[in-house]
């Protein structure tokens, strides 16, 4: 399995925004659109995130790898929670938010950054605080396909 790290050619690395959303006012990541990366991308090529409101992606963070829902609201898309797996990352409340858990173990609060990085558009992310450096597993995931068999075994 081929290792990346976060300044890597091949990896995008845009700053994003932490925000509150939602009934919990929790914090959250709030995504950029597509349309506005031009000058948020800090390293690497990226023209689209690769991401759409209801796709479960990978999300990388303290080397750790967790699954994450990419929801929308009325400003964008943003991800709420980051879990064990991807099962629990579609039905949160569940398991443990990492993400809540992560952002809190490195004091981020609501309108501070931190480091988004596009490692394989559509199913490999990673967030980091901006400064520090990440190494990243860049496997891919299943073929869609298989992807969608495990998801309707899953529940």
Do not use: Q
Request: aromatic letters at 4%; charged letters at 35%; one cysteine or more.
């Amino acid at each position: 399995m081929p290792r990346v790290l976060s300044d890597d050619e091949g990896v995008a690395s845009i700053r994003v925004s932490i925000a509150r959303s939602g009934g919990t006012r929790r914090p959250c990541v709030r995504l950029p659109d597509d349309d506005a990366l031009v000058g948020r991308v800090e390293s690497g090529a990226c023209e689209s995130l690769g991401l759409s409101e209801g796709d479960v992606i990978r999300l990388v963070f303290d080397r750790k790898k967790r699954h994450a829902l990419v929801r929308a609201d009325g400003r964008g898309r943003l991800i709420r929670g980051a879990y064990d797996n991807r099962r629990l990352a579609r039905e949160p409340g569940e398991g443990d938010n990492r993400l809540v858990e992560w952002l809190d173990a490195n004091d981020r609060e609501p309108d501070e950054s931190v480091v988004l990085d596009v490692v394989v558009p559509g199913e490999l992310y990673g967030l980091r605080i901006p400064g520090e450096r990440a190494i990243y597993d860049a496997n891919r995931g299943p073929r869609s396909s298989l992807s969608d068999i495990a998801r309707d075994l899953d529940g």
